[in-house]
């Protein structure tokens, strides 16, 4: 199917790579399946672009201009059947940023604000900000390693007075897509209570084949209380640009992030030349790409699955994100152990699962059941760390 290349291993050493220079001391050599980004190349198109500003030679300050919103908006309206008004965007400088102001806008000290964990750890961090109180509302996983939302105890959170909640749409570290009928029902206990949501979807753009993301703003009467914020940092492989855009309806709330962010600096709110011309770029040209990198991750998932089968090692194909969330409780081993176990034996470096149930993972005590793989790699490189895995965990 593919016209594009992901299989060629290209060297990431000596690029300042977070994953491939930063590696635990003493084990330059093992193959990272840690930090969420991804060892293929971002879209011909976007080099191709960026190649050209570059020859240019003047950087000077820059905005987005009407191209840039435009490939926004037809981005989203392409790939997610989402319109909406160009004035309910904001550019910021990366969802984090995006969420940090927006806390600080929507919530004053003391107040509670409810995270579901497992989740993307500077959630944590994140709500517990500027004298914020974090409140945790696990999520639900039955027998089978389903997870869902639980709702009572959310509403037991709105009923003791919490009035913002974050939820990561899809959900990083488990791969969970909300389905329409759970965004429904969360939305009319957000409106009960008159909560407000942050949503954030930078994940939402790798679905995998059968699976449809809904974004929250496509929620009836929930688009108002809704802070959503999307990026092309993961889809197109450009964390390292620093750019995302939030969706805000209404205006005020809007004013007062842009003011929020401002604070900082007036650049904060103003997304940097080269991420500019690399998210034009890429939403204009990088939907074949997009969808072959799908197909490719979707490929390296089932060769996950097939080489832990035969181990006790448990997980299943996730509905989208490129993170495979894996449950090793039936080794009898605490996740840092094991950790260690793949470092020395597997030659891998894995994520450790509780470190998505807490920001303190320096005294975190509660239960060690996981770890999360990141999938985005070429498949050679993929198979060799995973039949480390395998072997380690046989051999024991
Ligand atoms: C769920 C989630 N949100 C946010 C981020 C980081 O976003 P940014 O770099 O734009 O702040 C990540 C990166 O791994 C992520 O997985």
Not at 222 to 242: C, D, I, Q, Y
Not at 278 to 304: E, K, R, S, V
Not at 311 to 330: G, N, Q, R
Request: net charge neutral; hydrophobic share 40%; charged share 20%.
């Amino acid at each position: 199917m593919s016209t594009y290349d992901f299989d060629t291993v290209i060297d990431r050493r000596g690029t300042g790579s977070l994953k491939w220079d930063h590696r635990p001391a003493g084990y330059n050599q093992v193959i990272p399946l840690s930090l969420a980004d991804m060892d293929f190349p971002a879209p011909h198109e976007v080099t191709e672009a960026l190649a050209q500003r570059v020859a240019h030679g003047i950087y000077g300050y820059t905005a987005m201009g009407d191209r840039d919103y435009e490939a926004i908006l037809s981005w989203i309206k392409m790939r997610h059947q989402l319109t909406v008004p160009r004035e309910w965007l904001l550019p910021t400088p990366g969802v984090i940023y995006a969420m940090r102001a927006a806390q600080h806008v929507l919530t004053r000290p003391g107040d509670q604000v409810v995270v579901m964990p497992p989740v993307h750890t500077p959630f944590f961090v994140t709500a517990s900000r500027f004298g914020r109180q974090l409140i945790t509302c696990p999520l639900h996983c039955d027998t089978e390693g389903t997870y869902t939302m639980d709702l009572n105890r959310l509403e037991a959170c709105f009923a003791a007075g919490a009035r913002l909640l974050m939820i990561c749409s899809p959900q990083n570290p488990i791969g969970r897509v909300w389905t329409r009928e759970e965004l429904t029902q969360l939305a009319a206990l957000c409106l009960r209570y008159q909560a407000y949501i942050i949503s954030d979807e930078i994940h939402r753009d790798i679905m995998m084949p059968g699976s449809v993301f809904t974004s929250l703003d496509a929620i009836p009467g929930l688009a108002e209380r809704t802070f959503a914020v999307f990026s092309p940092s993961k889809t197109f492989n450009m964390g390292g640009f620093h750019t995302a855009t939030a969706v805000i309806p209404d205006p005020d709330i809007r004013a007062a992030v842009r003011q929020r962010l401002s604070d900082f600096g007036h650049s904060c709110g103003r997304p940097t030349l080269f991420s500019i011309v690399a998210q034009t770029a890429a939403y204009t040209h990088g939907g074949p790409w997009l969808d072959a990198l799908i197909h490719y991750l979707d490929g390296n998932f089932n060769l996950m699955l097939d080489m832990i089968a035969d181990t006790p090692l448990k997980a299943h194909k996730p509905d989208a994100t490129y993170m495979f969330w894996v449950d090793c409780s039936a080794l009898g081993l605490k996740t840092d152990q094991f950790s260690s176990l793949l470092l020395d034996k597997a030659g891998v470096q894995a994520e450790l699962g509780h470190l998505y149930d807490s920001a303190d993972y320096q005294t975190y005590k509660g239960p060690q059941t996981h770890m999360r793989l990141n999938a985005a790699m070429p498949r050679s490189l993929l198979s060799q760390a995973m039949e480390g895995i395998r072997r380690a965990v046989r051999a024991r």
